[in-house]
Nanobody
Framework: QVHLVESGGGLVQPGESLRLSCAAS????????MAWYRQAPGKRLEMVAQILSSGDTYYPDSVKGRFTISRDNAKNTVSLQMNSLKPEDTGVYYCYGEYRPAGTTYEEDHWGQGTQVTVSS
């Protein structure tokens, strides 16, 4: 059974920080590309951070310089450090994992259940 379980969401004021964590089980975590997505009510799903199995990271301009994704393969976890939070960062944050081995057509992806982040004064 594959499970991705997020934790760390909550209510914070603008300018404050929050750290989200995602614990993975049932997969060979170290070969998966991991990412965080978010969705606000009425808005499209948006990827906010990605970290490849190589350790390379990617961020959209909306969070670049404020968010940092990291992974601990020994603990099968991926984290998202969010600093200088803004009201527009509010939404449900989802952990996502993907495995697409080179030279094959195999694809495997998994989603966590989501955790709410609210940035408001």
């Amino acid at each position: 059974q594959v499970h991705l379980v997020e934790s760390g969401g909550g209510l914070v004021q603008p300018g404050e920080s929050l750290r989200l964590s995602c614990a993975a089980s049932g997969i060979p975590f170290h070969v998966f590309a991991m990412a965080w997505y978010r969705q606000a009510p009425g808005k499209r799903l948006e990827m906010v951070a990605q970290i490849l199995s190589s350790g390379d990271t990617y961020y959209p301009d909306s969070v670049k310089g404020r968010f940092t994704i990291s992974r601990d393969n020994a603990k099968n976890t991926v984290s998202l450090q969010m600093n200088s939070l803004k009201p527009e960062d509010t939404g449900v944050y989802y952990c996502y994992g993907e495995y697409r081995p080179a030279g094959t057509t195999y694809e495997e992806d998994h989603w966590g259940q989501g955790t709410q982040v609210t940035v408001s004064s």
